[in-house]
Nanobody, 125 residues
């Protein structure tokens, strides 16, 4: 079964930027819609954004639009989450996910079939 491995998390001051990566273990993931979710302490896991298998279409949660950008490099079986203008409210564990069902506009966790183990992002104010 394929695996997703996130990296790039860490600590950053408010207003700073981070870029997360998610590497897939199998080339089949290059044909899947890939997404990012996050979970803050004591909160539900929430949708951040998703990108189509071509990379041409993406969708974001309303509070991420304009600050976060998802991209992918299918030759490297990797997707990225560029996060700018970070605030303390962005502190969370960030998860990469993949779905075989297609569709970047579904924000539900149940739409996704594969999950990474998560990477911690901490933003200090």
């Amino acid at each position: 079964q394929g695996q997703l491995v996130e990296s790039g998390g860490g600590s950053v001051a408010a207003g700073g930027s981070l870029r997360l990566s998610c590497a897939a273990s199998e080339r089949t993931f290059s044909s899947y819609v890939m997404g990012w979710f996050r979970q803050a302490p004591g909160k539900e896991r929430e949708f951040v954004g998703a990108v189509s298998w071509t990379g041409n279409t993406s969708d974001y949660a309303d509070n991420m639009k304009g600050r976060f950008t998802i991209s992918r490099d299918n030759a490297k079986n990797t997707i990225y989450l560029q996060m700018n203008s970070l605030t303390a409210e962005d502190t969370a564990v960030y998860y990469c996910a993949a779905t075989v069902k297609g569709g970047v506009y579904s924000h539900e966790r149940t739409h996704y079939d594969y999950w990474g183990q998560g990477t911690q992002v901490t933003v200090s104010s």
